[in-house]
């Protein structure tokens, strides 16, 4: 079979295709043939190099790709809850991997797998996974109630509009931050005020709540920025380590790095299945073209996810 891979790391390292032996499903896992995943910021992460770091041990060749959506087509020993044929999505959430979703089959845990909508073509659906779980984490580990205020930051992008849907879904008060341009989309996901990246954050968002907002999801990694638009004691959430700020003025700062979750990624399917959750797929590639589908992403502007289709 054929799998994206990257065997150098570095400013002039590409993302590559290469052909391995297609793999065999062990006990609690299952094998999919990939329909569609999709190109996201932390396999450019990867590409760049994460071996020698707190992220990961360095390794001869690193697998790439998180989301995928697919069918399955073998089952290990010990999963009973799926079928053969069976429509799925799921998440590789690990980075120390020689193999991972941008392929032609990926293996994955049973729990880090869910059924596939069934409202949504398979390459829409493979946009769900990282940037929905990485929504549900976020506003999870932010405890908010319909009382409370909320600013988004990156709010244009894949994890800031799945954060921006959720949220207003739950009757919160939505502030959200991104590009001029981006204000018709935003406000249509259900943010209540909108602020342009071009204003002073923390001025123009305690002019909207004086004292500042309850939390803040900091999806454009603005850190100490967005921090400063919080009210003193509030509760701040990243979801990038660099751009994690110190906990000023009593604030309460978590990093939310994705995990899988069954729960969360049923969830999230049954939101999309009853037209709660917007899914955008930008553009689409073939698996071959994986280099040009990394520059575009690194050329930034998006608004969806990129997707390879093997």
Known sequence: MRAVVVRRTG????????????????????????????VNPVDLMVRNGVGGTPFAAPRDQWGIGWDVAGVIDAIGSGVEEFTLGQPVIGISDRLDVSLAAQADYVILAAQNI?????SVPLTAAATIPLNGLTAVQALAALDLTPADSL???GAAGAVGGFAVELAAAQGIRVIAAASAADEP??????ASDFIPREADLPDAV?????????????????????????RATGRFVSISVPATPIPLRGTKVTTVLVHADRPQLDEL???VDKGRLTLRVAETYPLDAVAAAHQRLAAGGLRGRLVLIP
């Open 11 to 38: 400013p002039e390292a590409v993302a590559e295709v290469i052909e391995v032996p297609t793999p065999e499903p062990g006990p609690g896992t299952v094998r999919v043939k990939v329909a569609a995943a999709t």
């Open 114 to 118: 869910a059924p596939a909508p069934t």
């Open 151 to 153: 600013l988004i930051t």
């Open 185 to 190: 989309g935003v406000r249509a996901l259900g």
């Open 206 to 230: 305690r002019a909207l709540v004086p004292g500042g907002v309850a939390a803040a999801l900091d999806a454009a990694a603005l850190g100490p920025q967005t921090l400063a638009a919080v």
């Open 269 to 271: 399917v049954a939101l």
